[in-house]
C-alpha cells in the first residue's frame, strides 16, 4: 500500500484516506494531512496544480487509482461508490509489524 492507505473496493481496488487538513502553502509545497489505514496522520505532498484541479478540503477523500492517478472525492460520493475491503486491509495488517 502506498503510504500505507486504506484499501476500498469499488470496480477495483483503490488506495483512499480521509482529509483531516489541507496546506495550500505557495506554489510548489502543497500538502494534504490525511489518515492512514492505521488511523495515524501523514502528510502527502501533492503539489500546487493537483491542488488547484482538486480543490480538496477536509473531510473528503484523497484516492490513488494506481499508475500515476489520483484524485480528490467529496466524503458522501465516496462512502456512497467505494467500500472499505476489509479482506485486504486484515492481509496488510497481518504483514505490518
Not at 488506495?15 to 494534504?32: F, K, S
Not at 489520483?70 to 458522501?76: K, V
Request: aromatic residues 12%; proline residues 5%.
Amino acid at each position: 500500500m502506498k503510504n500505507n492507505l486504506a484499501i476500498y473496493q469499488c470496480k477495483r481496488p483503490v488506495a483512499a484516506a480521509r482529509i483531516v487538513d489541507t496546506y495550500p502553502e505557495g506554489i510548489i509545497d502543497t500538502r494534504l494531512m490525511v489518515e492512514d489505514a492505521h488511523g495515524d496522520q501523514i502528510v502527502l505532498e501533492v503539489g500546487r496544480e493537483w491542488f488547484i484541479n482538486h480543490q480538496p478540503h477536509n473531510g473528503g477523500y484523497y484516492v490513488d487509482f494506481g499508475e500515476g492517478h489520483t484524485g480528490f472525492c467529496p466524503a458522501q460520493a465516496f462512502r456512497y461508490v467505494f467500500a472499505l475491503d476489509a479482506s485486504i486491509k486484515a492481509k496488510a495488517e497481518e504483514q505490518t509489524p
